[in-house]
């Protein structure tokens, strides 16, 4: 099946300026809150363990499928390749890391993906999938292999993987209502306004607690609104460390989009889709973001809606 993809430019500000603009975002919602521009450290390592070393590299945001192929009901045909995915954004040879909807038909079950794989001719996958177990609790697993399948949606930042100029974010003890990525959209939709500038990278969860869900296996009974969507998820309080690999944009321009997205594994078996942290007094947070040139919305619903966009 042809697969519409739809090239967006982005608005592109100096990291400089945007670092300031997060800074301000967090300000409102943080206590203490440290944001520079540095050089990207080698996120393969320990706590981040990603598959390439940096986020820099013809930066690009994919905001692929949509809740609206889950929510009534799951289209399950809606399968994609990263490898296709790949080449749809011109960087076939790339490092892709965010938040999906894992591969149910390998899995064996509806589940989060953490999308963490770099492509080419030496492929490395490090994802995840978490899942719900037989008892009820999270099953946290990889997704190993040269190849990497998803569905029904994901939204990607997708880089060459080379270390470059990056955006460091710190913020201690949450003091407003929002989360982590909220308050740094918010921070970039009040200075760049209906411009959208969208930034996506991995931050760690270093202290404290979340909430996070994991979806079930799919509902047999239409999801017709959040109030039913969120019955049907499960609801989980996760503990640090928890590594988080997120994509933000600050506006749509009416492109249909899952404006912020964010999934988190871990050592300790925990992971999932993250809502916001649960003990703000003493949560910690470390995170490194970059911010993209280009947004590719691949296969967008022609029939959508704005259940379950949370």
């Not at 090239?7 to 990291?15: A, E, F, G, T």
């Not at 989060?112 to 697993?141: F, R, T």
């Not at 996070?212 to 969507?229: E, G, N, Q």
Request: glycine share 10%; charged share 20%; net charge negative.
């Amino acid at each position: 099946m042809v697969q519409k993809v739809d090239k967006h430019s982005l608005h592109r500000p100096s990291l400089e300026e945007v670092a300031k603009a997060l800074s301000d975002g967090l300000r409102s919602n943080f206590e203490h809150v440290q944001v520079d521009v540095v050089d990207c450290p080698d996120l393969r390592q320990k706590p981040f363990m990603l598959a390439s070393e940096g986020i820099c590299g013809q930066p690009r945001l994919t905001d692929i499928g949509g809740v609206p192929y889950l929510v009534p009901i799951a289209q399950t045909d809606k399968i994609y390749d990263l490898e296709k995915v790949m080449k749809q954004t011109d960087v076939p040879d790339g490092f892709a890391i965010g938040a999906g909807a894992g591969p149910y038909h390998t899995v064996g079950i509806n589940c989060e993906m953490m999308l963490n794989m770099k492509c080419g001719q030496n492929p490395e996958n490090k994802s995840h999938y978490a899942k719900i177990g037989e008892d009820g609790s999270c099953v946290l697993g990889n997704l190993s292999g040269p190849c990497c399948e998803f569905c029904l949606m994901g939204n990607f930042l997708i880089s060459e993987g080379k270390q470059g100029k990056v955006i460091k974010v710190s913020a201690k003890k949450r003091t407003g209502q929002e989360n982590f990525v909220t308050a740094m959209r918010n921070g970039l939709k009040a200075k760049y306004g209906t411009e959208p500038v969208g930034m996506g990278g991995a931050f760690l969860l270093a202290q404290g607690k979340a909430k996070l869900h994991i979806m079930p296996k799919f509902s047999t009974a239409p999801l017709l609104t959040d109030a039913a969507m969120n019955q049907w998820l499960k609801f989980f309080e996760m503990s640090a460390p928890l590594v988080c690999l997120s994509t933000f944009v600050s506006h749509d321009p009416g492109w249909d989009l899952r404006i912020e997205h964010t999934h988190c594994f871990s050592d300790h078996k925990q992971g999932g889709h993250y809502h916001y942290d649960t003990t703000p007094d003493e949560v910690e947070y470390l995170g490194y973001f970059n911010v993209a040139e280009w947004l590719y919305r691949i296969d967008a619903p022609v029939s959508t809606h704005k259940i379950g966009r949370d």
